[in-house]
């Protein structure tokens, strides 16, 4: 298995700021994925963070809005641009161990936006 | 892309009722898992099955690839499985597609 810690844990934040969400794992990892969760929802997959290289974006989510670092293998950061209300959801980073499709969630980071 | 239903959208039992949870979805796969999320908001793996049978507890699994479905068992519930409780499938490597979830109640 891994090991994911997310911070912040939760943040409020001000319409038309940018946060940054960082994601750790405790052992190197091929494949790291961003999540959101709106209010009441399932999760949806924002993109997949490749070491090396630029994200892969889901339709609907882009690299301006969503940009995405991925420095080493086992560190990921999401960023949420320009902030609106609409962006107020949890964000959720996920881990596959190298070899494995299984994946691996960390607590999530509860954003609101006022 | 890969549609995922899960049902019911909504479970209620009493404490000591066994219930199960189904997941149908669309197009083959080679991942598919069960998450309870609880009411922290904590994603906790509960099996990786994209095929076959597995049990672990109280809890099982059961993935029929060929007919496009999985099941999840809970025997003898208890108030702390209450959460909300997703299947997820990937057709291709790790990418993973979330269902809408069944909202479980358990009362004492």
């Known amino acids: 298995s891994a090991v994911i810690s997310q911070k912040p844990s939760r943040d409020i934040c001000q319409r038309g700021t940018s946060l940054t969400i960082q994601c750790q794992v405790d052992?190197?990892?091929?494949?790291m994925f961003w999540y959101r969760q709106q209010p009441g929802q399932s999760l949806t997959l924002i993109a997949t963070?490749?070491?090396?290289?630029?994200?892969?974006?889901e339709s609907g989510f882009v690299i301006d809005k969503f940009p995405i670092s991925r420095p080493n293998l086992t560190f990921s950061t999401l960023t949420v641009s320009n902030m609106s209300p609409e962006d107020s959801s949890i964000y959720l980073c996920s881990a596959s161990p190298s070899g494995r499709y299984e994946q691996y969630f960390g607590p999530g980071t509860r954003l609101t936006v006022t | 892309g890969i549609q995922v239903e899960q049902s019911p959208p909504d479970l209620i039992l009493q404490e000591g009722a066994n219930s199960t949870l189904r997941c149908n979805f669309s197009d083959s796969v080679n991942n598919l898992q069960w998450f309870h999320q609880n009411p922290w908001g904590q994603l906790i793996n509960l099996f990786y099955?994209?095929?076959g049978t597995k049990q672990n507890g109280r809890l099982s699994a059961t993935t029929v690839a060929t007919e496009r479905y999985s099941l999840l068992y809970i025997s003898s519930s208890q108030t702390t499985d209450s959460g909300v409780y997703f299947c997820a499938v990937g057709t291709s490597g790790s990418r993973l597609t979330f269902g809408e979830g069944t909202q479980l109640t358990v009362n004492p």
């Open positions: 052992s190197q990892v091929t494949m």
């Open positions: 963070a490749n070491q090396g290289s630029e994200a892969t974006y």
């Open positions: 099955i994209p095929s």
